[in-house]
């Protein structure tokens, strides 16, 4: 996608040395467009941690670099780093996915081929993100080609960034969007503005408005009440884990979302690439680690100045306590179905099985 009219992936090896890793600093974005350098495993560790690469598909392709980073520095180092790495975030299954790329690719080979075939692979991973996600948005399309050719036009909402920066490239639940913008369809697209952090308000506003699609920011509470009254006909979300029985862990307020959409008989769609998919995990309330993460992200909030500094500042009574639950995980039965790279599906485990024979046979 674009940036200022220049093409980018949201990684890339630096092609000027062909080895350190590029990256947006997305702890800056909007107000900054900074390209970070990564140099080392460790870096990458740091830029998963915090925050600075976020995303599922995207923490899974950096972490797949950060080996390769570390090959590159020590090739018996393997075992060392692949469980530091895969420390980084507990909820996003697509990071021990691509931990796993890399140590089947790896463990066996003699330490001197590693680095080469650590960055083949991790390549490999950022190119087939890539084209997952391409596929993702033409199955998705449709969806928003039919509401959009029955009433002059698609009102979609969506929460968090499940956009082109939230993997390598075109994004999950953003996809079928820029797909149906791109055919010519009328539209617009309610962004949940998504506490603490304000991934919608921050990200996928600069997403969508680089690419040029309508869009309002609205405060999450906002949701409910624009569905009452007819403003919403159907929400897109992506997912960080999706289990065998199609339960869906998403950024914290996505199930109210999907309970808001059931009240009101609009359609909850979650777009998902294939290594989103836990297959080893069946009930998503039970089994899904829920990432808790510090109250400073409830208490303060960052923003640009009038004179454009960056700053943050404390919204929150002093001495008052936050919990900060990153993630939630919305049951099968309020998820009208699953778009993914094969097609769409119901989210069921039946439902999965028919798209995924290969993956529940493993
Ligand atoms: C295609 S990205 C899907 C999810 O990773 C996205 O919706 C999300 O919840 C991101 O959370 P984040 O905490 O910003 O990494």
């Not at 960034?161 to 999950?172: I, M």
């Not at 897109?236 to 059931?262: E, F, S």
């Not at 909030?301 to 700053?311: H, K, P, S, V, Y």
Request: aromatic share 6%.
């Amino acid at each position: 996608m674009k940036i200022n009219g220049t093409p980018y992936r949201s990684v890339w090896v630096d092609p000027e040395d062909g080895w350190s890793v590029r990256l947006f600093d997305q702890t800056r974005l909007p107000w900054s467009v900074d390209i970070l350098r990564l140099t080392n495993w460790e870096e990458a560790a740091h830029a998963i941690r915090s925050m600075q690469v976020r995303g599922a598909p995207l923490i899974g392709a950096v972490a797949a670099y950060g080996v390769a980073l570390a090959m590159r520095a020590d090739p018996a180092s393997l075992d060392q780093v692949l469980p530091t790495l895969n420390a980084t975030r507990p909820t996003a299954i697509n990071l021990r996915w691509a931990l796993d790329r890399q140590r089947a690719k790896l463990h066996n080979l003699p330490v001197e081929a590693r680095a080469a075939a650590a960055y083949a692979e991790a390549a490999a991973i950022a190119d087939d993100d890539a084209e997952t996600c391409r596929r993702i948005g033409e199955n998705g399309l449709p969806l928003l080609a039919e509401i959009a050719e029955r009433k002059g036009k698609v009102n979609v909402l969506t929460h968090c960034n499940a956009g082109w920066l939230a993997t390598v490239d075109w994004g999950t639940a953003l996809a079928p969007i820029y797909m149906a913008h791109d055919a010519g369809h009328d539209v617009h697209v309610w962004v949940d503005e998504t506490r603490p952090r304000n991934q919608g308000a921050a990200l996928t506003a600069f997403e969508l408005g680089a690419h040029g699609v309508k869009h309002t920011v609205v405060a999450d509470n906002a949701g409910g009440h624009l569905m009452q009254h007819g403003e919403v006909d159907i929400c897109i979300v992506g997912t960080d884990r999706v289990t065998r029985q199609g339960d869906v862990a998403n950024k914290i307020g996505t199930y109210l979302k999907a309970l808001a959409a059931r009240d009101n008989g609009i359609p909850f769609w979650v777009a998902l690439p294939h290594s989103t998919l836990d297959w080893r995990v069946r009930d998503g309330i039970a089994e899904i680690p829920i990432e808790e993460r510090d109250g400073v992200e409830v208490t303060d909030l960052t923003g640009r100045t009038a004179d454009g500094r960056i700053e943050t500042v404390r919204v929150v009574a002093e001495g008052s306590p936050a919990a900060n639950p990153a993630f939630d995980v919305t049951p099968a039965r309020l998820v009208t179905g699953l778009i993914t790279e094969r097609g769409r599906c119901e989210a069921s485990e039946a439902g999965l099985r028919s798209l995924y024979p290969d993956v529940a046979e493993q």
